[in-house]
């Protein structure tokens, strides 16, 4: 071990250097680069523990300071083993540091995925205005070479997100008073740093798709070739503007300035030459910004908002105690510079503002389910999850207030906001969801029963009352799910902050809208993903035909009040009955492509939907069945004689990346499905594909362009065939059963579909 000071802006290690030395610095503090980011380490962090199980640097670091470190020499595992086996401090300082920068690097890996997705959807949105713009002027738009294949990103070695928690979990069992005594057994610190820094270079390998991908996506908007979106409206901005100009054009190449500007993936020597060369033959206009699309709130609005979280306390009629918790709750929240810190304090900080959240929360909307004057600042605590004025800002507070109006009754069209959703359930529409252990209302309620921890006649009581059904709903579904949607649960805080947006809200704030479009996109690919089968005697009592028939069964879709990443289908059906709608869960405000996110939500709904039909006979192969075959395919798939050498290696890697999961395996192929083989761009193997095309079947005007194609040859035949007997069947039906008439001819036009 040896001291020495680094000095101030000195590099220390570049990206590809061997791996030697490891350095524990005591004082100042060093930057550490990786594409597309970096992050500081401290006092007490460690350089290049994260990356021991590599031979040399992937990252690169750089003292800030002139930095004080401790060095010990590195030249095998073996050298490190002895080290922390004869040393505890040794090893928690090493195993703390390890743990706080795959932490980092894991959260800013996922809000990476979210620039990938948010880069894409700019990109298009910006080329369809830029083709709006030249239509209204009489211009021809120009195309973008490869625009057209252009997708979302999809990642081939996606990041074990979940490992956050994970991670967050044991820096906290190894910064307590415990920790002495893990460390004994030198065994766990070596194993946790070997696990960390394997997880770490995936992290690391996700990152790098990340930034080739977004540097992809700029390159549609800047390159060498001048070929680019840049050029197209600079162009069109010189044309249109010796004719009187135009704003939305102006606003347009602002914004692809902006975008530019603001992405870590762009080479700046070149974005800075084009557009500089542009600047002096331009007018004398403020291209920097896009033009101002958020509104505004005016005094009578904001005054409303002054000390909203008094008013929301007041509304609540909480305690002095209580009252005065949440003043210090929010006073300190508001004065952390970073509010995703993984430090010891700050989760304490999260963790108590959680507890104290879901109280005020169900204080809030018990009293408001029966209140017709809520203050403004109570509706937006809510639906958004909003408490602060200055923690939300007041350009979100603006949209807040704006989008409010639009709110306030439960829908008929299956898009429930989560106060909707609950006054739902209040006036009977409604059940309450599933909780985590799958019990509904009905069965939690008979459970306490059985237990004996109430009477027949409270539980009879307990059966029809909705307020009682509100708080199920509110201590289980609620506090899982509110989590779950806002994607990073190792810094999970439910009020509405500045801090969690990361993308505009009028892009990302979800309604029937939107929501019904993404849904409509899915099921125009796959046109049987909501139909049940279900008895015709269900649907009609005077019938008499005694089979089932296709009904079409759209979800509920539930808006959670947060700025979330990830959606959750939550449950397939409602109660017992197969004929009521799933349930999906969306953030509110989702800061991720909306359509990508409904695929996936499909695929779950796919499987899940399939298992409760199939009951404890889902993965039986000889009750041939969505699960039953794809489960056969992945297990066996090693001995399947019709996947090559090089398929069963895809497979295999593709299993790795779904961590073993069958489930996530088939939502990933899915994924697949509707996005490329859609579109008759092959990614399944023969296998895949056949079950696909089996129990997911594509509309009749994608499967009429994919004749073409001989890889669906085959499969189209089979399935026309099978259709036609069908069809042939159900007609000599109709003639012995008139009276079915309806609906046989609606079962007809599934099978026409």
Request: aromatic share 12%; hydrophobic share 35%.
């Amino acid at each position: 071990m040896a001291g020495n000071v680094l000095p101030k802006q000195s590099v220390i290690y570049t990206s590809g250097q061997p791996m030697t030395t490891l350095h524990l610095i005591t004082s100042g503090s060093v930057k550490v680069k990786y594409p597309g980011g970096e992050y500081l380490l401290g006092k007490g962090d460690v350089i290049g523990i994260c990356e021991i199980c590599s031979e040399v640097h992937f990252l690169s670091y750089e003292a800030v300071t002139d930095t004080a470190v401790l060095t010990y020499p590195f030249t095998s595992m073996q050298v490190l083993t002895d080290l922390v086996s004869k040393n505890i401090d040794i090893a928690k300082f090493f195993l703390q540091s390890a743990l706080r920068q795959i932490n980092t690097l894991l959260n800013n890996c996922e809000v990476s995925s979210h620039a990938c997705n948010n880069l894409y959807d700019n990109l298009l949105a910006t080329y369809n205005t830029y083709t709006r713009i030249c239509e209204k002027h009489r211009k021809t738009p120009l195309t973008l070479s490869g625009f057209n294949e252009l997708t979302a990103f999809i990642s081939e070695e996606e990041a074990d997100l979940w490992l956050a928690s994970y991670y967050l979990g044991f820096l906290q069992v190894f910064s307590g008073a415990d920790a002495e005594n893990f460390l004994k057994e030198y065994g766990i610190a070596i194993g946790f740093l070997r696990k960390a820094s394997l997880d770490f270079r995936k992290t690391y390998q996700s990152m790098e798709e990340q930034f080739q991908y977004q540097e992809t996506i700029l390159s549609y908007y800047f390159n060498e070739r001048s070929d680019d979106l840049f050029s197209r409206v600079t162009t069109l901005y010189s044309q249109v503007n010796a004719a009187g100009g135009d704003e939305e054009l102006t606003g347009l190449l602002g914004g692809i300035i902006q975008t530019a500007k603001s992405s870590p993936a762009m080479n700046t020597t070149l974005f800075a030459t084009r557009v500089e060369n542009f600047r002096k033959n331009m007018p004398s206009k403020k291209l920097d910004e896009s033009p101002e699309e958020e509104a505004t709130v005016d005094d009578a609005s904001y005054q409303q908002l002054t000390d909203s979280l008094g008013t929301i306390l007041d509304y609540a009629e909480v305690d002095d105690d209580v009252f005065a918790t949440w003043r210090r709750l929010i006073t300190s929240y508001k004065a952390l510079s970073d509010k995703s810190s993984l430090d010891d304090k700050v989760c304490a900080l999260r963790r108590e503002i959680i507890q104290q959240f879901y109280a005020l929360y169900s204080m809030v909307a018990g009293k408001a389910l029966t209140d017709s004057n809520i203050p403004t600042a109570v509706k937006l605590f809510l639906y958004f999850g909003y408490m602060d004025e200055n923690l939300a800002g007041s350009e979100n507070c603006a949209y807040l207030t704006s989008v409010l109006s639009g709110l306030g009754n439960a829908n008929d069209n299956g898009v429930y906001p989560f106060f909707d959703w609950l006054k739902a359930i209040y006036t009977g529409k409604k059940e309450p969801s599933r909780n985590e252990f799958d019990e509904d209302y009905s069965d939690y309620v008979h459970k306490q029963k059985a237990t004996g921890n109430i009477t027949e006649a409270e539980m009879r009581s307990l059966l029809d009352n909705t307020m009682s059904k509100v708080g199920y709903e509110l201590r289980n579904m609620f506090q899982q799910v509110n989590k779950i949607t806002y994607g990073r649960i190792t810094t999970f805080c439910p009020i509405f902050t500045s801090d969690n947006i990361m993308k505009k809200l009028s892009t990302s704030y979800l309604n029937a809208a939107n929501l019904g479009q993404a849904l409509t996109q899915v099921r125009d690919i796959d046109f049987s993903l909501f139909y049940r089968e279900i008895l015709a005697a269900t649907l009609d009592p005077n019938t008499v035909l005694k089979e089932p028939v296709h009904v079409e069964c759209l979800p509920d879709i539930i808006l959670m009040p947060n700025v979330g990443t990830r959606g959750v289908m939550w449950q397939e059906i409602e109660g017992k009955k197969r004929s009521t709608p799933s349930r999906f869960m969306i953030s509110i405000f989702h800061m991720e492509d909306i359509n990508a996110t409904m695929i996936r939500l499909a695929g779950e709904y796919r499987w899940e939907m399939c298992k409760r039909v199939q009951g404890a006979r889902w993965n039986d192969i000889s009750d041939n069945s969505l699960t039953s075959e794809y489960f056969d395919y992945i297990q066996f798939y090693r001995k399947n004689s019709e996947l090559s050498a090089e398929m069963k290696e895809r497979v295999h890697l593709s299993l790795q990346r779904a961590k073993n999961s069958f489930k996530e395996m088939f939502v990933r192929d899915y994924i697949l499905w509707i996005l490329f083989e859609s579109a008759g761009s092959p990614r399944l193997n023969k296998v895949a594909r056949r079950i696909l095309f089996t129990y997911c079947p594509q509309s009749k005007d994608i499967r009429e362009k994919l004749k073409a194609n001989p890889l669906y040859g085959d499969l189209l035949q089979r399935y026309d065939l099978k259709n036609t007997q069908k069809i042939h069947r159900l007609e000599q039906v109709r003639q012995k059963t008139p009276s079915s008439a309806k609906l046989i001819n609606e079962e007809i036009d599934f099978y026409n579909k």
